[in-house]
C-alpha cells in the first residue's frame, strides 16, 4: 500500500506587501478556530478595522525576514518535507501543505490521491496541540475529504510534545548554541500564547507547553533561577497565556539581567514569530530596557535531528 504522508504548517503571504498580507490575514483571521469570537462582533471589526490597517504594518515585519528565495517559514517546510522524503522509501511521498495560503492542505491531499496513496498520515508541524492550530488543520482536512467518492485510511499526530528525539533534538540545538556562543545568564523558552479564555474551555495547549518545557530543562539539567517559560505573540485586547515574554523580559533586564537567551519549541521552522518579534523586536526591548544582549537560538528547521524525530513520531503514530 502506497503511504501519503500530509506535512503541514501555519503558511505563509506570498509577498511582503500590503495586498498579499491582507488577503492572507483575511484567511487567517476569518477562522472560527482562531478567533473565538461570534461571526456576527467579529467581521465587523475583521474587515472594517484589522484588514484596512494591520496588512501594511505586517508587509513591513515580512520585509525585514523576507530573503531571495522567499518565505523562510516556506522555505524551510520545503527543504524540510526534502529531506524527509529522502529518508523514505519508494511506496511513501511526502506533500507539503499550508493551513492558509498556498499550497493549500485540499490540493496537498489531491496531489496524495492522485498518486495513489491507499493510507495518509496528517503530520501537522506543531509539537503541542492547539484547536487553532491542530484542530484547525483538520478542520481543512475534513472538508476536502467529504467530497471523495472513495477515502484513504487516515492517520493523524495530534502532537508530539514529550517525544523523546523532539526533546532530544531541542537539548542538542541549544547545547550546540552554547558551545558555539556561549551561554547567557537566563533561559527563555518562548511558546505562542493563545487567549486564556480558550485554555479556560479545555483545550490543553498550556499544559502541553509546560510538558515540552519540563523535558526539554531536565534535558538540559537547569535549574529553577537558569530558565523562565514565556508566552510571545499576543493579539488584541484579551487576556492571553501569561507571564509575557516582551514584557518580562523588559522587566528582567530593569532588575539587572544582560544577556539571554531564548529558544520557542513551539515553531517547528523559523518564520515572522522567531525571526522578528524575538530575534529584532523583543531583543530591542530588551536592550532598551538595560539588558546586554538577546541571543534567539533556531529553530530545528531542516537539520538531521528534526528529520531524525519526525521519522519517529511517524513510526509512533502509524503503530503507536
Not at 63 to 72: K, M, V
Not at 90 to 109: C, F, H, N, W
Amino acid at each position: 500500500m502506497k503511504t501519503g504522508i500530509l506535512l503541514t504548517n501555519l503558511g505563509t503571504p506570498a509577498a511582503p506587501t500590503a495586498e498579499a498580507l491582507r488577503s492572507y490575514l483575511a484567511q487567517f483571521l476569518s477562522d472560527p478556530r482562531v478567533v473565538q469570537i461570534p461571526r456576527l462582533f467579529w467581521y465587523p471589526i475583521l474587515h472594517g478595522i484589522i484588514l484596512r490597517t494591520r496588512p501594511a504594518k505586517s508587509a513591513e515585519a515580512y520585509q525585514r525576514i523576507w530573503t531571495a528565495a522567499g518565505s523562510p517559514l516556506m522555505t524551510g517546510s520545503q527543504s524540510l518535507a526534502e529531506k524527509l522524503q529522502a529518508r523514505l522509501p519508494q511506496d511513501t511521498r511526502v506533500v507539503l501543505a499550508m493551513r492558509y495560503g498556498e499550497p493549500s492542505i485540499a490540493k496537498g491531499l489531491q496531489a496524495l490521491r492522485d498518486w495513489g496513496a491507499g493510507r495518509i498520515l496528517i503530520l501537522p508541524l506543531y509539537p503541542q496541540y492547539a484547536a487553532a492550530t491542530v484542530a484547525s488543520t483538520y478542520d481543512a482536512v475534513h472538508t476536502e475529504l467529504n467530497s471523495w467518492q472513495q477515502k484513504p485510511e487516515i492517520f493523524c499526530c495530534d502532537n508530539y510534545c514529550d517525544n523523546a528525539k523532539y526533546i532530544e533534538a531541542l537539548a542538542n540545538s541549544i547545547k550546540n548554541h552554547w558551545q558555539e556562543k556561549g551561554s547567557g545568564e537566563k533561559l527563555f523558552i518562548s511558546f505562542h500564547g493563545i487567549p486564556q479564555a480558550t485554555v479556560d474551555k479545555g483545550d490543553p495547549y498550556q499544559k502541553q507547553c509546560f510538558v515540552t518545557a519540563d523535558a526539554l530543562v531536565q534535558a538540559l539539567g537547569l535549574q529553577a533561577k537558569e530558565y523562565e517559560v514565556v508566552f510571545q505573540s499576543r493579539f488584541g485586547a484579551a487576556k492571553w497565556l501569561q507571564p509575557y515574554c516582551s514584557k518580562t523580559l523588559e522587566l528582567r533586564a530593569q532588575e539587572g539581567l544582560q544577556t539571554v537567551d531564548v529558544t520557542c519549541p513551539g515553531f517547528a521552522v523559523d518564520c515572522l514569530e522567531t525571526l522578528d518579534e524575538i530575534a529584532n523586536e523583543n531583543r530591542e526591548l530588551f536592550i532598551a530596557a538595560g539588558g546586554k544582549d538577546l541571543r534567539y537560538i533556531p529553530a530545528l528547521n531542516d537539520t538531521d535531528a528534526h528529520v531524525d524525530a519526525l521519522l519517529d513520531i511517524m513510526d509512533k503514530t502509524f503503530s503507536p
